[in-house]
């Protein structure tokens, strides 16, 4: 089962969001935010936007 965490970390005066996935017994953070009103803002993006998963690209050298 996949869990999705929020940690806040008041001496780094950051939010962190992170991905539990028990199944493979993995954990990793997503993203860091300054403040709740980011997160919020982020999360209701993730949860109200249409998205596509962008097509495959090629590696370019710059």
Do not use: G
């Not at 970390?9 to 997503?30: S, W």
């Not at 997160?39 to 590696?59: G, H, I, M, Q, V």
């Amino acid at each position: 089962m996949k869990t999705l965490k929020i940690s806040k970390y008041p001496d780094r005066k950051q939010i962190a969001l992170d991905v539990y996935d028990d199944e493979e017994n993995i954990h990793y953070t997503v993203a860091y935010f300054k403040d709740e009103a980011r997160l919020n803002l982020f999360l209701e993006a993730l949860t109200s936007c249409k998205y596509e998963l962008p097509e495959d690209r090629k590696n370019v050298k710059n």
